[in-house]
């Protein structure tokens, strides 16, 4: 199906990044919808799940909004950036300010496997932000025409542990998910929208699934 062919939706989580995230694929000639409707979501030929702030803000949003089941049910591909890939694991262990328990874990959309957990990242800073290596072995068409060891931009203090579902590696401190897949679920930890030419040929690809 042609690009601007496509509905393209963009869920309705909340979080401010949207415009950016809009921007991005209008610049590959998509027409993306912003909505968090379930006929909308039912009807769209790919789903793009952002977020940013915290996993404890996020999931509330997607809560407050009833839009878990409709995720969780989604049989298009969807992607999810920084923290709305986050959002697709089983568990997040971030909490939402210094006076909460650090003990306990956030329940996430349990779609792909692993928690996120914060970054051990001995004397580096945290958050990892700005450019990164991101390495993979080329075969998953996500990644067609990005080479290994490509940059992208990154924002984040915690991060998806290595599962049997990562697709792409990031190293900061230790090795961690820079893009996970699962079926027709997937989530990279960067902002490909603040990526450059790398970040627009993974938004390319996703539209070309």
Same mark, same amino acid.
């Given at each position: 199906?042609?690009?601007? #062919?496509?509905?393209?939706?963009?869920?309705?989580?909340?979080?401010?990044?949207?415009?950016?995230?809009?921007?991005?694929?209008?610049?590959?000639?998509?027409? $993306?919808?912003?909505?968090?409707?379930?006929?909308?979501?039912?009807? &769209?030929?790919?789903?793009?799940?952002?977020?940013?702030?915290?996993?404890?803000?996020?999931?509330?949003?997607?809560?407050?909004?009833?839009?878990?089941?409709?995720?969780?049910? &989604? #049989?298009?591909?969807?992607?999810?950036?920084?923290?709305?890939?986050?959002?697709? &694991?089983?568990?997040?262990?971030?909490?939402?300010?210094?006076?909460?328990?650090?003990?306990?874990?956030?329940?996430?959309?349990?779609?792909? $496997?692993? #928690?996120?957990?914060?970054?051990?990242?001995?004397?580096?800073?945290?958050?990892?932000?700005?450019?990164?290596?991101?390495?993979?072995?080329?075969?998953?068409?996500?990644?067609?025409?990005? $080479?290994?060891?490509?940059?992208?931009?990154?924002?984040?203090?915690? /991060?998806?542990?290595?599962?049997?579902?990562?697709? /792409?590696?990031?190293?900061?401190?230790?090795?961690?998910?820079?893009?996970?897949?699962?079926?027709?679920?997937?989530?990279?930890?960067?902002? $490909?929208?603040?990526?450059?030419?790398?970040?627009?040929?993974?938004?390319?690809?996703?539209?070309?699934?």
């Amino acid at each position: 199906m042609e690009v601007n #062919k496509q509905k393209l939706v963009i869920i309705d989580t909340g979080c401010a990044n949207l415009a950016s995230v809009r921007m991005a694929f209008e610049r590959l000639g998509a027409a $993306p919808r912003v909505s968090r409707e379930a006929a909308d979501i039912e009807a &769209a030929d790919k789903l793009i799940l952002p977020g940013v702030g915290t996993a404890v803000a996020a999931m509330k949003n997607l809560n407050e909004r009833n839009l878990v089941p409709l995720i969780r049910a &989604a #049989k298009q591909p969807l992607l999810g950036f920084c923290l709305g890939m986050q959002m697709l &694991a089983e568990a997040s262990e971030e909490i939402m300010s210094e006076g909460e328990d650090k003990g306990g874990l956030i329940d996430c959309l349990g779609i792909v $496997p692993g #928690k996120i957990r914060l970054m051990e990242v001995g004397n580096l800073r945290l958050p990892h932000m700005g450019w990164n290596q991101v390495e993979h072995d080329e075969r998953h068409p996500l990644l067609k025409g990005i $080479p290994s060891g490509s940059y992208f931009y990154f924002v984040h203090s915690y /991060a998806l542990e290595v599962t049997d579902a990562t697709i /792409a590696t990031c190293d900061y401190g230790q090795p961690f998910t820079a893009i996970v897949g699962r079926d027709n679920f997937f989530g990279a930890q960067f902002h $490909p929208e603040r990526s450059g030419a790398a970040g627009a040929r993974l938004l390319q690809n996703f539209l070309e699934l």
